[in-house]
């Protein structure tokens, strides 16, 4: 493989990999409710999150924490502002 070559199947991967959908989500908190209470809920119900509302947020891309970041909006949507980066060596310290 050439050098030339080389280069174009980089670029190659690159653009195939701009394409790629990746699924991101804010996770607001978490809690635990009884089955029964779950299969009762209504509109107006409050689920109570172990989280406390200045706390930031954790946002995972696909199934890895990789961000803090802190809710808010953008115009007419809901939003998260990142806040910190979080790197995998972090976690083993």
Known sequence: ???SDSEDHKQDLENLLKKVEVPVKA?????????NDFLMLQPGDIIR??????NELDVYVGMYKKFTAVPG?????Y???????????????
């Open 1 to 3: 493989m050439t050098n």
């Open 27 to 35: 996770v607001l908190g978490k809690s635990e409710i009884a089955v």
């Open 49 to 54: 999150l172990e989280r406390r509302v200045e």
């Open 73 to 77: 909006t953008d115009h007419d949507r």
């Open 79 to 93: 939003a998260v502002r990142i806040t910190s980066v979080y790197r995998e060596e972090e976690e083993e310290s």
